[in-house]
């Protein structure tokens, strides 16, 4: 009899063994968590012994919400707010159904993730910069966000706002932002963007060889930081004949003693009474060619497009920094500084020209775009958005700068075939 006992025994552990690996494996969402719109459900089946999982169902508060045949489902379900059940069954081959259920409360995605850049859709350049910020439905605060390119994770900060910049390969990419807050409540956002597209073609007004035509204004001064730099003597000679490109150029010089001292030159394009023209123009495509005799002299060159226009200021400021950061840098208007894209703009040659495309948008909400810049057929995609600051000024105008090194090395570039394209 009690070998009888002990054989029945070693059957029921064999047929425990082979039963307890068997069943549904939900890793996202977890049950009681707090989650945002579409959620995503990830999940696997595993049969027992000698079967295989035929199919996968997810039920949403009872009815039918997706289906695959397979052991495994990773999918975003669209859920209103509230609290809601998922259940997750699965069959095996001989009809056998495991599950397993599990409650949520989905809150309103504006309340949970935000993103500011980039939009969802959007055609986006590399590398692209994803800002983003995270808000609990709940009494304890955000405590990590994640981001996610096609499922795996590339940053992680331990805070509820995001502000990174990431290489993307071309294509459709698949982004996830997710945050955790400090009862574990999981917030997350899917969308995608497309990585790289052709550049914006103008399709209005054309400004060309700006570099000959008159009413160029400029000071030194006013260049420098917080507009109260040193002073330094500078010129613009129009009509020079070589270097040129197109028969004539421009000659910019600056000079002095004082290290660091900058040259600003400006043209207006658009002035006060084109208010109703300036209010039309949304896309601007800076398009020149340069060349200078010392570029160990120039700390950085610097191209600029403004609007003014109905009381926001739009500076879209671009430099290549190749002497401090050998990058292109851009400016953010309301902390009045230059921020670094991370984008290499290398060293200049003597001699020899470059060419220069830079490409901006004012959104229709007056945000400031910086959609990609080109030096000499290599082009960045940025995708950057910065607000706006107020103004009481109106108008568009280009700008050309000079800085000056730690020597102040007197130099010259020299422009020609300078062009702004707006729309």
Request: aromatic share 12%.
């Amino acid at each position: 009899m009690r070998k009888l006992i002990n054989v029945v025994a070693v059957l029921f552990l064999v047929l425990i063994a082979s039963y307890s690996f068997a069943g549904v494996a939900t890793s996202t969402p977890v049950n009681g968590a707090t989650v945002s719109s579409p959620v995503r459900v990830t999940a696997s089946a595993t049969a027992v012994s000698g079967r295989t999982i035929s199919s996968v169902i997810i039920y949403l508060d009872n009815t039918i919400a997706y289906t695959v045949y397979s052991n495994k489902v990773d999918t975003y379900l669209p859920v209103a707010a509230g609290a809601h059940t998922i259940l997750i069954k699965s069959w095996d081959n001989a009809g056998a159904i495991y599950q397993q259920s599990l409650n949520v409360n989905v809150v309103n995605t504006a309340s949970a993730i935000t993103v500011t850049a980039p939009a969802a859709g959007a055609t986006v350049g590399s590398p692209t910069r994803f800002v983003a910020s995270a808000k609990s439905a709940t009494a304890f605060p955000i405590a990590s966000m994640m981001l996610f390119v096609d499922d795996v994770p590339v940053y992680t900060t331990y805070s509820n706002s995001m502000d990174v910049t990431k290489a993307l390969a071309a294509g459709t990419r698949k982004i996830t932002i997710k945050s955790w807050d400090n009862s574990g409540a999981i917030y997350q956002l899917p969308f995608t963007v497309n990585v790289g597209s052709a550049t914006p073609v103008a399709s209005g007004n054309s400004a060309a060889n700006l570099d000959q035509v008159a009413g160029w204004e400029s000071c030194d001064a006013c260049a420098g930081a917080g507009g109260a730099g040193p002073s330094a003597p500078h010129s613009l000679t129009q009509g020079v004949v070589s270097p040129s490109l197109d028969g004539t150029s421009a000659r910019f010089w600056m000079g002095g003693t004082t290290p660091y001292s900058d040259v600003l030159w400006w043209k207006k394009i658009l002035t006060s009474s084109q208010l109703t023209q300036n209010r039309a123009q949304h896309s601007f495509v800076f398009d020149l060619y340069f060349y200078t005799d010392n570029p160990g002299a120039a700390q950085s060159i610097e191209w600029d497009v403004n609007q003014f226009v109905d009381g926001r200021s739009l500076i879209f400021g671009s430099q290549c920094s190749y002497r401090s950061k050998s990058t292109w840098d851009i400016w953010d208007n309301v902390n009045s500084h230059w921020i670094s894209t991370g984008v290499v703009c290398p060293a200049l040659q003597a001699y020899q020209w470059n060419h220069v495309v830079l490409e901006f948008e004012r959104t229709s909400d007056n945000r400031i775009r910086y959609i990609a810049m080109t030096m000499n057929g290599t082009k960045h995609y940025l995708n950057w958005y910065y607000a706006s600051t107020a103004t009481t000024w109106s108008g568009v105008t280009v700008n050309y700068q000079m800085d000056g090194d730690f020597k102040q090395t007197n130099y010259s570039t020299w422009v020609d075939k300078m062009t702004l394209n707006y729309w």
